[in-house]
């Protein structure tokens, strides 16, 4: 499958694992004017940094497949519910996005565009090859500009929804790497969620929500050790919740 909204890297394999990264672009087509400072397109506000080439380099491993979002999430933002005020965000951390205050059918194009392709590419892609697990990954700033009193101090959360039996195996296994863990943190599974809402809940479907701090994956060699870190633990959390 090819598409202008997302891209799949490796194989996916029956009872594998997709690693599923709703931000990991922050490409704006050319005939789509954000009105925005282009310096903003390397920041958290477009794109979840560094998960890009974690997911890269984790479906270079064996039963480990990705599928990437492939526009920034300021032209469309997959993890929003479809008709939600935030799929087409008006601002972002404090940052007007005035080439988003669409008419009915601006907002409808986009949704055609990008958020149904992508969204239907998922759902055939996990109907026709059913995975042991399905990890969610996004990164997150280490503190907001709009809040920079709320320091957040996890290196990486853990989010879920009402499904957590794939939440409560990685915790554990990820504070053994010595890492502050955040259980629902730095925001809620259940506020936020969409696309494995979708996906996996609505499907039972076993996942795993995974936000790594944005400075823990800042070079080559982070991303190569937390794909590797993530990869044996996704692993660890298939076997267990699949048995």
């Not at 931000?23 to 506000?45: F, W």
Request: charged share 20%; hydrophobic share 45%; glycine share 8%.
């Amino acid at each position: 499958m090819t598409s202008e909204a997302f891209q799949i890297l490796g194989t996916p394999r029956f009872g594998g694992i997709l690693v599923v990264s709703d931000h990991a672009s922050n490409r704006v087509p050319a005939d789509i004017d954000l009105g925005i400072d282009p310096a903003l397109l390397v920041s958290h506000i477009a794109v979840d940094i560094g998960v890009a080439a974690v997911a890269a380099m984790m479906a270079t491993r064996p039963g480990i497949a990705a599928y990437l979002g492939k526009v920034s999430r300021l032209v469309c933002d997959f993890n929003r519910p479809e008709h939600g005020p935030t799929v087409c965000p008006i601002a972002s951390d404090g940052h007007a996005i005035p080439g988003n205050a669409l008419d009915h059918a601006g907002h409808e194009t986009r949704l055609a565009r990008f958020y149904r392709p992508y969204h239907e590419g998922l759902a055939a892609l996990l109907d026709a090859m059913p995975q042991a697990l399905i990890l969610s990954l996004h990164s997150f700033t280490p503190q907001l500009a709009s809040d920079p009193q709320q320091m957040r101090p996890w290196h990486v959360g853990v989010l879920y929804n009402e499904d957590d039996r794939a939440a409560r195996v990685a915790i554990p296994l990820l504070e053994a790497e010595g890492l502050m863990v955040g259980d629902q943190e730095p925001y809620s599974g259940r506020l936020l969620n969409a696309t494995m809402n979708r996906h996996a809940e609505a499907e039972g479907r076993p996942y795993l929500g995974i936000e790594v701090r944005q400075d823990q994956i800042t070079d080559p060699a982070s991303h190569a050790a937390w794909a590797e870190r993530l990869a044996r633990i996704a692993n660890q959390v298939a076997v267990t919740v699949g048995g």
